[in-house]
């Protein structure tokens, strides 16, 4: 799963995951997280993969963190670790030599989504191939979740 952000600027809502490359736009904030949804497809570029876009929690009045949830995450892992290698410019050779390995085919096989690293893996080849990205682990928070505790805040409060 991936963090994302819709934000208003202006009559338009921008929508982006900056850790697989996906930017996008729409007029309202449901169609700018569809079209989020689809950028990340086209950024996977598999046939089956579809992508889900949930708003989380609201940042400010007019931006929001989303939640890109794949439907093979092995997929999504390897179009993170391709936009970041072709970003920096770097070869596959390149990466393995970063990684201390002999054969870039392990590498590869990460990045064409054949192997489906551990988390540990994950952010070792992460930082091979964009050393200035953090792997972060956070409890999923949703609205969803957080509604009803806050209609139970108003309620004791009511009642006080």
Known sequence: MLIGRIEKHGRWWVALCELVGAFTQGR???EAMDNLAE???LRVDRPRFKATVTE???IRRDV???LIEPSEPAWLAAAVLRYHRVRRGLS???VAKALGAASRNAYASYE???REPTLGKFSELLRAVAPGIALVL???ASAAMKRPLAKARKAGKAAA
């Open 28 to 30: 309202s904030r449901r």
């Open 39 to 41: 950028v990340v497809e």
């Open 56 to 58: 989380l929690e609201p």
């Open 64 to 66: 929001f963190t989303v």
């Open 92 to 94: 596959l050779a390149d």
């Open 112 to 114: 064409q989504g054949q």
């Open 138 to 140: 956070e409890p999923r």
